[in-house]
């Protein structure tokens, strides 16, 4: 304690110290005091707790003492679009939702810029055409009431800029630039938003284009509110091209930093598009001057023809002037080549350039594969002809140019000519590539990164295709995809040998008046199945038959809609309507939804048509849990006459989970929007759901139809470019079928094993490819270092396989566990056995679900390894008995003994007939030497003599022998004794 503190202690009580009177501090005379030093509070000594902590606060201890605490880092800076998206100018496009800031003063911050707002968002994007309808969305923002919100930015039909926002009062403006954006060119929209001030930068070839706005007040952006698309929405379409980088700036900022890369997808995208004009301008000059001139003569104002490109070859000097430069036409050599064969075709009109993207297309998969040293490559004329195809618009040849890219079929991968390929294709649309890129996004292979909403934009266009080619599905160039397994020789065989008399007893018993027969006839004639070409006509008359019979109404009930439709058969909705209430009648569930569309569609009874669709919905009709969902949403329900989205979401969902394609497109858009309150946003369930969708497919069922035709007839090239571009929009059984075919053709090892290992990404990988690709890792894992981590790969795709069902899975589990590795704790859960079991426990038990799953008649591997298992169990516990162990080694010693004795019996028994015809022969020379008339008696004595000792010492022999059969035979019979009690043992212990 220092001088001051005495000095106070000794003042009277009651004695203010404050202020600067006398008595106080200030006012002494002598003042002494004191620095202290005062430790800080982590270095200070605590005080011990007098109680004990309570078991939760003890127990949240523990388990965080060890955990380094830190903050989340948050950025106000998104990158909104890292990788390319192509935008086909559909209602289309990716989702993006903003989350609160974790940080509290972020987020006080941006609930205050609500009112007050500071943000800027900078997108690049790519025109191919200007928008086809009024407007088309560049990006928008859609609330939690499905209303517009700030902010718009959307291309008008003349290539202008609008852009659109709500202001604190609840009222939209908007402002549209003056600028119209040009073609086939980078661009990039910088749109800054401050208070009530609006500033957008229009850029392209290093110059920037101002256009600023001031609106009457300012204007409300709450970020947080609903959810932004980028593209089209189902509310507008959006523009035909490609989106670059996107930026969002949720603070705003005052330089922009989003820059293109020049060793990027993008600028190879507008310099493919730039070769593409040149090609198509050049064919066009070419096709318009044969056409005209009838002969191959110089085309003086815009390109030469073949002939004069291989003259000025021989001669070496340019003959032909025109705009086109010599180094072009070399460039396109290949497409001069190609139409000088053509020229018969095109002077006489058969061939323009619609007709060009095909014939080219099948040109190069003709001239596709080359053989060199038993090598298969892909031709360079090949890839050049299905650029030019991909050109003309043909995007089966993009597609199939991103594939020979990506995986470096015949060539190095590069991809980032696979990605400009993959892009121009689902920029056109087109439903494989489509669902190539949405696969790519998916899984983040092949360079693209893993964006689950960038999946979902793609394939929500694929599958709103699905659900309106599912309308026309009985169209020929539509097919329902049947999942068929080269690999599988047994059920190809009965497709090439077995089909013909399938149908043609199929069509026997029709004749004879059988229903079934005549209800399957007429579905594999309508749905072309078992290898069969549709014929709706044929399949009609069968169909009409075993409806007429009235005995099954499931035939009634199809016969009854191709009434209704008109397909095969004239229209006729009265004999229609009298069908289907008799199959409703007779049980048929689909009759009750028939009659709910024919009420709804036709009389305009919604009444009536909503009872149908309940019954129908409540026994399990996916139809009626659309259409119910359909009246649910346009508020056509008469019990509940208003928009009930809720309950309509409901009625998707249950159809979907049945495989209704419609339906699982509507419930997506709520799950990949998470727009509907009650209803999280989950994309992923929405991208699993829509990839279900997109693999019924009609389109995709012809191409794989037809590789399998290809394959059957033995055009195995043409399969393997049909199955790579069903297997590029990660279709699991066709990557299966392309490996299988990667073999075959002797192409490149890493070519079978990409698709193997692409087929186990799929939600639901078949067991012969997690099999493959399991013997791939354990094969592996004896050649190189890291075995462990292979043989653990391999332990995977077994499990994986056991999940699926499969008995080899689960054999090979049972091998690696015997060899002493331990298994995962999901093959622990799928069996029902603890980490803490014996290995013996859980060999036997996957054994025991492997025979379940095996044919129970059969000897099968499984079987053979549990009774060798359980065997090896019976005699470890027959070990532990010394009696049981004591019969062990004596059954042992029985089977030694038996093992000496049988050989040693039988040898006797060959010598024991030899022995007795020897002494037979010896007594009969006795008998004929007493009766001889001229033998002399001394010989006589003599040779009798010798015989009878010869007897003596035979018969010791015999007796010898037969003392040596009773022994074995006793020891053979204890031995046999002693095996029996053994056998018995055991199987007490098996049992």
């Excluded at 060793?263 to 040149?278: G, N, R, V």
């Excluded at 589990?813 to 290995?839: C, K, M, T, W, Y």
């Excluded at 036997?844 to 090896?872: N, Y």
């Excluded at 009878?948 to 010898?960: H, S």
């Amino acid at each position: 304690m220092d001088q001051q503190h005495r000095s106070r202690l000794q003042d009277p009580p009651g004695h203010r110290y404050e202020g600067s009177g006398p008595g106080t501090y200030h006012g002494s005379m002598l003042r002494i005091y004191k620095v202290l030093q005062i430790k800080p509070l982590s270095e200070r000594p605590t005080k011990p707790t007098t109680a004990s902590p309570s078991w939760s606060a003890q127990l949240m201890w523990q388990m965080s003492r060890n955990r380094v605490q830190y903050c989340p880092y948050e950025s106000a800076t998104i990158n909104m679009l890292e990788f390319p998206l192509a935008s086909s100018g559909e209602h289309f496009g990716v989702v993006r939702r903003f989350q609160p800031f974790i940080d509290r003063s972020l987020e006080r911050a941006r609930r205050h810029a609500v009112t007050q707002p500071s943000v800027t968002l900078s997108v690049w994007i790519y025109l191919l055409k200007w928008c086809h309808s009024k407007l088309c969305g560049i990006i928008h923002h859609v609330d939690g009431n499905n209303l517009y919100e700030s902010i718009l930015m959307q291309l008008t039909d003349t290539g202008n800029v609008i852009i659109q926002a709500r202001l604190t009062t609840g009222e939209d403006e908007a402002f549209q630039s003056r600028v119209v954006l040009p073609l086939w060119k980078w661009i990039r929209l910088d749109c800054y938003i401050q208070n009530s001030k609006v500033v957008l930068d229009e850029t392209w070839d290093d110059k920037t284009i101002k256009a600023v706005y001031n609106f009457q007040e300012n204007i409300r952006y709450d970020d947080t509110d609903g959810y932004f698309v980028i593209g089209g929405s189902k509310y507008m379409p959006g523009i035909h091209g490609y989106f670059g980088p996107m930026k969002y700036y949720r603070f705003g900022t005052k330089e922009v930093r989003n820059q293109l890369d020049p060793e990027s997808a993008l600028q190879e995208l507008d310099k493919t598009h730039q070769e593409c004009w040149e090609i198509k301008a050049l064919t066009r000059a070419f096709l318009q001057q044969v056409t005209e001139s009838h002969l191959p003569t110089p085309i003086n104002k815009g390109v030469c023809t073949p002939h004069f490109v291989r003259l000025s070859g021989q001669f070496g000097e340019n003959i032909c002037t025109q705009t086109w430069t010599w180094e072009k036409q070399l460039d396109y050599s290949t497409l001069f080549n190609f139409l000088q064969t053509k020229e018969e075709e095109i002077r006489t009109g058969s061939l323009g350039m619609k007709e060009l993207r095909s014939t080219l297309f099948e040109q190069a998969v003709n001239t596709m594969f080359t053989v060199d040293q038993a090598q298969h490559k892909i031709t360079s004329t090949s890839t050049a002809l299905l650029q030019i195809s991909s050109c003309f618009g043909n995007h089966k040849a993009s597609l199939l140019l991103a594939t020979i890219y990506l995986s470096g079929l015949g060539q190095s991968v590069n991809r980032r000519q696979g990605h400009v390929y993959s892009l121009i294709g689902a920029a056109g649309d087109n439903r494989f590539a489509l669902m190539h890129a949405g696969y790519k996004h998916a899984q983040g292979i092949d360079g693209f990164p893993k964006d689950l909403d960038m999946a979902y934009g793609y394939l929500s266009n694929i599958g709103a295709q699905t659900n309106a080619d599912s309308s026309r599905r009985h169209e020929n160039k539509q097919y329902t995809p049947e999942r068929i397994y080269l690999s599988n020789e047994d059920f190809l065989r009965t497709l090439t040998e077995g089909t013909g008399d399938v149908i043609e007893y199929l069509k026997f018993q029709a004749e004879r008046g059988d229903v079934e027969s005549q209800k399957h006839l007429g579905e594999i004639l309508y749905w072309g199945q078992l290898g069969l070409l549709k014929d709706t006509a044929s399949a009609t008359k069968w169909l009409e038959k075993g409806a007429m019979q009235m005995e099954d109404p499931s035939v009634m009930y199809d016969y009854a809609i191709l009434l209704m439709k008109g397909q095969g058969v004239k229209r006729n909705y009265t004999r229609g309507f009298q069908l289907l209430e008799r199959a409703a009648a007779m049980g048929s569930i689909n009759a009750l939804n028939g009659l709910g569309w024919y009420h709804g569609i036709i009389l305009k009874d919604y009444k009536n048509a909503v009872k149908y669709f309940k019954q129908a919905a409540l026994n399990g009709s996916d139809d009626a849990m659309f259409n119910l969902g359909i009246y649910h949403l346009s508020g056509d329900n008469p019990d509940m006459p208003w928009r009930n989205e809720t309950a309509a979401f409901q009625q998707f969902l249950n159809a979907s989970r049945l495989g209704h394609i419609a339906a699982s497109v509507e419930a997506a858009w709520y799950l990949s929007t998470g727009s509907l309150e009650g209803v999280s946003q989950d994309v992923e369930r929405a991208v699993i759901m829509l990839k279900k969708v997109c693999e019924q497919n009609g389109h995709l069922g012809f191409m794989i139809k037809e590789a399998l035709q290809a394959y059957l007839r033995g055009s195995w090239k043409e399969a393997f470019v049909k199955y790579v571009l069903a297997a590029e929009t990660g279709l699991g059984f066709a990557q299966s079928n392309v490996a299988h075919l990667c073999e075959e053709l002797n192409l490149s090892h890493d070519c079978q094993w990409r698709y193997h290992n692409y087929s186990i990404l799929n939600y639901d990988p078949h067991p012969s490819a997690l099999l493959k690709m399991g013997d791939y890792y354990y094969s592996s894992s004896s050649m190189r270092e890291d075995s462990l981590s292979l043989v653990g790969q391999a332990i995977s795709m077994y499990g994986r396989a056991a999940l699926a069902g499969s008995p080899q899975g689960m054999y090979n589990l049972v091998v690696l566990a015997q060899q002493g590795h331990r298994l995962p704790s999901s093959i622990h859960g799928l069996f029902n056995v603890s980490h803490r079991d014996e290995q013996d426990v859980v060999v036997e038990k996957i054994l025991q679900r492997c025979l379940e799953k095996e044919d129970e008649e059969a000897v099968t591997p499984c079987s053979l390894a549990l009774l060798g298992v359980r065997m090896g169990k019976a005699l470890r516990r027959m070990t532990q008995n010394s009696a049981q162990l004591l019969l062990t080694y004596a059954s042992l010693l029985s089977v030694l003994i038996i093992t000496v004795i049988l050989p040693l019996q039988s040898f006797l028994e060959q010598r024991v007939p030899h022995h007795r015809a020897v002494a037979l022969r010896s007594r009969t020379s006795s008998h004929v030497g007493q009766d001889g008339v001229n033998l002399n008696r001394e010989q006589d004595g003599i040779m009798g003599g010798t015989l009878r000792v010869a007897g003596n010492q035979w018969l010791t022999i015999l007796n010898g022998e037969q003392w040596l059969r009773q022994t074995g035979d006793l020891a053979v019979t204890l031995s046999g004794v002693c095996l029996c009690a053994f056998w018995t043992t055991l199987l007490y212990h098996l049992l």
